[in-house]
């Protein structure tokens, strides 16, 4: 349970929090970047930039920092949404592996030859973080949108969906009737 607030899970972050802490830690990271190596990396020299990269343990670990104060911010604006950021989150992750792959095998898909995406997988992230950006969250007082055991939207009910479904899990009761 302790790792839901960690992690973001059961809080919630408005529109606006959202693109601020976003473009602050983007910014954070470019500094970390322009300090260390010094060369912006919109500087046209990427392969010069990776290089030092990857031979910089701060920039290794200021970038898996990033890479989890996204996921978290992410999930907290998922949930301000409304919308489950178990499922959401993984969903986008298997997204982007599904889409490296296919890429991967089929380079006649990638956008660019130098991409490891293709053009669907870009389309949707891009829908994915325009959401994120525009959706409109629930109000102050509201309880974001849950819903019930029976997959029906539950405006009333408790914001305790996604404990109810571990609970169930964890009890056995996975797949339908067990016994």
Same mark, same amino acid.
């Given at each position: /349970?302790?790792? &839901?607030?960690?992690?973001?899970?059961?809080?919630?972050?408005?529109?606006?929090?959202? !693109?601020?802490?976003? !473009?602050?830690?983007?910014?954070?990271?470019?500094?970390?970047? !322009?300090?260390?190596?010094? &060369?912006?990396?919109? %500087?046209?020299?990427?392969?010069?930039?990776?290089?030092? $990269? $990857?031979?910089?343990?701060?920039?290794?670990?200021?970038?898996?920092?990033?890479? $989890?104060?996204?996921?978290?911010?992410? %999930? /907290?604006?998922?949930?301000?949404?409304?919308?489950?950021?178990?499922? /959401?989150?993984?969903?986008?992750?298997?997204?982007?592996?599904?889409?490296?792959?296919?890429?991967?095998?089929?380079?006649?898909?990638?956008?660019?030859?130098?991409?490891?995406?293709?053009?669907?997988?870009?389309?949707?992230?891009?829908?994915? /973080?325009?959401?994120?950006?525009?959706?409109?969250?629930?109000?102050?007082?509201?309880?974001?949108? =849950?819903?019930?055991?029976?997959?029906?939207?539950?405006?009333?009910?408790?914001?305790?969906?996604?404990?109810?479904?571990? $609970?169930?899990?964890?009890?056995? =009761? !996975?797949?339908?009737?067990?016994?």
């Amino acid at each position: /349970m302790l790792l &839901n607030y960690v992690f973001g899970f059961n809080a919630r972050l408005g529109r606006l929090a959202y !693109f601020f802490f976003s !473009f602050v830690v983007g910014c954070g990271y470019l500094m970390l970047v !322009f300090g260390i190596t010094g &060369n912006a990396p919109a %500087s046209g020299r990427t392969d010069v930039l990776l290089a030092q $990269a $990857a031979n910089s343990m701060p920039l290794l670990i200021g970038f898996y920092v990033v890479l $989890a104060m996204t996921f978290m911010l992410q %999930s /907290m604006r998922i949930r301000d949404i409304g919308w489950d950021p178990v499922c /959401m989150m993984v969903g986008w992750i298997a997204l982007v592996v599904i889409d490296r792959i296919v890429a991967g095998k089929y380079p006649e898909y990638a956008l660019t030859y130098q991409h490891t995406g293709t053009t669907v997988g870009a389309l949707v992230n891009l829908a994915l /973080m325009l959401a994120l950006t525009f959706w409109p969250g629930s109000r102050p007082g509201e309880a974001p949108h =849950e819903t019930g055991d029976d997959g029906f939207s539950s405006r009333g009910s408790t914001p305790a969906a996604a404990g109810n479904r571990v $609970a169930r899990i964890a009890s056995g =009761e !996975f797949g339908g009737k067990t016994r």
